[in-house]
Each structure stands twice: as C-alpha cells, then as structure tokens.
C-alpha cells in the first residue's frame, strides 16, 4: 500500500495532473481508503511541495501545478466519501475571502462538508463580502464557511461578519472560519461561530452548528 501512496505524493510534487489521478483510481482499485489516500498520499505530497516553496526550491508555476493536481483529484475522492452515504445535514456557502487566491483548504473543507452530507454552494476564491451576502439570501443558507490563507486576506473575514451583521443575518446564519493563520482567539474576536484546524473537524463543527 505504501507504495501506490508513495506514487500519488511523488505525482503531487511532479504536478502531474493525469499521473495522479491515475495513481488515486490504482489505490482506490486496490481498497485503500479514501482519508489516507488524501492526508498520506496528496497532502504528503503537497507538503513538501509547499516546504520547497517556503525554501525557495519552487516558484509559483510548479505549486499551482500541483495544487491543480491535488484540486483535480479530490473530485473522485468525493464520489468516495459519499459512497459511505449519508443524508442532506444543511446548506453551507463556502468562500476564500476577498484578495485571497489558496484554494486548496477550502477545497477540502467543502469535500469533507459533502461527505458529511452538506449541500454545498462554492463562490470559489477571491470573493467579495456583497457576494457572499447575496447568495446566503438568496440560498437560505445554514452556514458560511470562510478561507484564509494570508494574514493579510484574514482581516477580510471581519468584513464578512460586519456585513452579516448589517444584513440583519447575525444568528440566522452560522459562521464557520479557517485557514492556518486563524486562531480561535481570533475567530472569537470577530463574533464567528467557530474555527477548525482541518477539513474533518471543520465539517463536524459545522454538524454541531446545525443541530
Ligand atoms: Co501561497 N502563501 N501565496 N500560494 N502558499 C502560503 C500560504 C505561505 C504561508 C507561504 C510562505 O511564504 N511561507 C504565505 C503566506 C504568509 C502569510 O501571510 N502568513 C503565502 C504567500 C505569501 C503567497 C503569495 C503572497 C506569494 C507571492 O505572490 N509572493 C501569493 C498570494 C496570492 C493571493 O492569494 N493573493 C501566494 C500564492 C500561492 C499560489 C497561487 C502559488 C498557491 C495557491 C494555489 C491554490 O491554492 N490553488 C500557493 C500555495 C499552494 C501556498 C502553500 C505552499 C500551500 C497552501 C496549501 O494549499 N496548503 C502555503 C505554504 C504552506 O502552507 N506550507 C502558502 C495545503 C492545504 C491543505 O492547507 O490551506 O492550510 P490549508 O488548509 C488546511 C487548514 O488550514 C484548514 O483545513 C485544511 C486542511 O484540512 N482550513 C480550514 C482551511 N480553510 C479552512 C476553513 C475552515 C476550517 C478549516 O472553516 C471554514
């Protein structure tokens, strides 16, 4: 098994879109399961990709080439979450905040919200508090689920929640933030609802928001 997960992290750090998806289909064909497919096989492979950048060994072309990698994959992953079945939990509206272009988390945290059994509405990245807004009226939805990556970009979810609070939705909608410079303190600072440090625990809080 080590080695086909061992193939999926090096495809990840190669950028190589179809030899990843090829290695995840071999790992699936051969019962692996799908959370150790992700942490110890992509994300494996996206973290010493990231350790490169941080040292300067990769520029910005190679990380979004795996990051695109990585991004393509998940999406037969999610087929295999759901397969474990699962009935609609609530709706969520995901978003990387304004400025904001890491996508990757959030990806994530919405793959383990629609395993969890969430209908999820995804603004993608770069998105604008009005838009935010407007796609929770219009959707009645449960939860908003922020992503932020930068510390710059983070500032970004107080507007957010200044605009909910504006919108006469504060305590109608859930408030879910994340992304690694977010801290609990933080999240309490800005009235959100709860933070998480990771996909899977971001999908059982939002379960508990709901309830
Ligand atoms: Co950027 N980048 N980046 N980058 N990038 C970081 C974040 C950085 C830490 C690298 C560094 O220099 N040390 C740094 C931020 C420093 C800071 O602000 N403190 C940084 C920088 C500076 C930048 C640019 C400014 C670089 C430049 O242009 N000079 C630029 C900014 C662009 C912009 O956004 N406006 C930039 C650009 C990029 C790329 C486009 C090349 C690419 C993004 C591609 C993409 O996302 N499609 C990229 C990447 C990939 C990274 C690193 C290498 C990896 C991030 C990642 O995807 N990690 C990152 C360094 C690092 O982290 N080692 C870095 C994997 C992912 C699974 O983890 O997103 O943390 P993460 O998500 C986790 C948790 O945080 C949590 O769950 C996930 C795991 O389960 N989580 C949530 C996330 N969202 C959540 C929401 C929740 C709950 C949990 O509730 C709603």
């Known amino acids: ?37 992700l942490d110890d096989g992509l994300l494996k492979g996206m973290g010493i990709v990231g350790e490169r950048f941080v040292a300067g060994d990769a520029f910005i072309p190679e990380v979004m080439m795996s990051a695109n990698a990585l991004n393509g994959a998940t999406a037969i992953l999610k087929e ?5 079945g699962v ?6 509206v995901i978003a990387t905040v304004k400025g904001d272009l890491h996508d990757i988390g959030k990806n994530l945290v919405k793959l383990m919200l629609e395993a969890g059994g969430f209908e999820v509405i995804d603004l993608g990245t770069d998105v604008p508090e009005t838009d935010i807004i407007k796609t929770v009226k219009d959707n009645n939805a449960d939860v908003i689920a922020l992503s932020a990556l930068l510390t710059t970009t983070m500032a970004e979810m107080r507007n957010v929640l200044a605009a909910i609070e504006a919108a006469g939705l504060k305590g109608k909608v859930k408030v879910l933030v994340g992304g690694a410079p977010i801290t609990q303190t933080y999240a309490d600072e800005i009235g959100a609802d709860g933070t998480a440090t990771n996909a899977a625990s971001a999908a059982e809080l939002a379960k508990q928001l709901v309830s």
């Open 1 to 37: 098994m080590s080695d086909i997960l061992a193939t999926i992290s090096e495809a990840i750090q190669d950028g190589d879109q179809a030899g990843t998806l090829d290695a995840v289909k071999s790992a699936l064909g051969e019962g692996v399961a799908a959370q150790k497919i």
């Open 80 to 84: 295999q979450f759901k397969a474990e």
């Open 87 to 92: 009935t609609s939990a609530g709706k969520v």
